[in-house]
């Protein structure tokens, strides 16, 4: 493998990949956008991926903000040495996400608008209910919750975590699971 070199070039050199499976909602594209105006040296540190005729094999939604933020050069990385199988696969392990964020260090360390921010979805977190609120009337409808999960491992982890939280504090409680959300 040679070694792996970085140039800037024009922007309109650069082409978006048609066949990119992923796209951007538009809040997130404008923190996006707001982020390489703030913050474009990142684009050196992570630049954008092209094969041999400029189409984007890794960083489509840059590309785009870029676009958006009116940058005429951009860093890129040639990937002109991959076959035509090596660059569907790059596209799709390039966006994959397989790690998972430690909520617990993000809330003590991190400042949660300095994340969101940074486009980092940041999960909505309600108060705990009291024991009041819990052994309420009967005639009052039971206090429920929407949780809604982006994966199966979040969803599986929550779920060990209540578990623990409700025999700890609210002896005899329980929860219920429906269709992958809590």
Excluded: H
Excluded at 9 to 25: A, G, H, L, M, T
């Amino acid at each position: 493998m040679g070694s792996i070199i970085m140039e800037r070039v024009d922007i309109k050199q650069v082409r978006s990949n048609p066949d990119n499976p992923r796209f951007i909602k538009d809040y997130k594209f404008e923190k996006l956008v707001k982020s390489i105006k703030e913050f474009p040296e990142m684009l050196d540190l992570r630049p954008i991926v092209v094969n041999q005729d400029m189409i984007v094999l890794g960083g489509n939604m840059r590309l785009k903000a870029c676009e958006e933020a009116g940058l005429t050069e951009i860093p890129v990385i040639f990937a002109d040495n991959l076959t035509e199988d090596q660059q569907r696969e790059f596209i799709i392990k390039d966006n994959s996400s397989f790690g998972e964020w430690d909520w617990d260090l993000i809330a003590n360390e991190w400042n949660a608008d300095q994340l969101d921010d940074w486009g980092i979805d940041l999960p909505v977190l309600l108060e705990e209910p009291d024991m009041d609120d819990l052994i309420a009337d009967p005639k009052n409808k039971p206090a429920t919750m929407k949780i809604t999960f982006d994966s199966a491992e979040q969803l599986q982890k929550a779920e060990i975590d209540i578990q623990e939280l409700i025999d700890r504090k609210y002896e005899g409680a329980y929860f219920s699971v429906s269709a992958g959300e809590l």
